[in-house]
């Protein structure tokens, strides 16, 4: 089984990790501050939350990527661009670094408590079901969580 948000042994594996981040702790790769990477990831996690419908079909591009990613890539790629909605670089002060923490954790605690599927249309992968947001946010979280050394 994949590891996924939405199961709660999963979830509290993120939890555990992020409890665990210092101030000051230094990213393994990129550039962003650690409190950069938090806003990040609490910011793609609430968009996953809220996310309408998606009115849009895939394409086969997208399909093929969406295939891959959740059925034969294990961590999600290192400096992959995202949505420029996301860019937190330059936006967070390293004095957010306890607010931005708590938020992250506040924001995956929900995934706990959703009493609604979750749906939406991805920009890479097109749109996705339930189980592939899961899916997707707890490779997202992951892959920052050891980007910072937990």
Do not use: C
């Not at 993120?14 to 990040?40: F, P, T, Y």
């Not at 749906?119 to 979280?141: A, C, D, M, S, Y």
């Amino acid at each position: 089984m994949k590891k996924s948000i939405l199961d709660p042994d999963h979830r509290q594996e993120l939890l555990d990790r992020v409890a665990k981040l210092q101030a000051g702790n230094q990213a393994h790769w990129g550039s962003m501050r650690i409190e950069e990477m938090l806003a990040h990831a609490r910011e793609v996690a609430v968009a996953v939350l809220k996310s309408p419908k998606p009115e849009k079909k895939a394409n086969f591009k997208q399909l093929l990527g969406k295939y891959y990613f959740f059925y034969f890539r294990k961590e999600f790629p290192k400096m992959v661009k995202g949505p420029k909605r996301f860019d937190m670089k330059g936006k967070v002060s390293q004095e957010k670094f306890l607010e931005e923490k708590h938020g992250l954790i506040d924001t995956l605690q929900a995934f706990g408590n959703i009493s609604h599927q979750l749906q939406g249309f991805h920009p890479f992968f097109g749109p996705l079901n339930h189980r592939e947001w899961g899916i997707l946010v707890w490779k997202h979280t992951d892959h920052h969580l050891r980007q910072f050394g937990v």
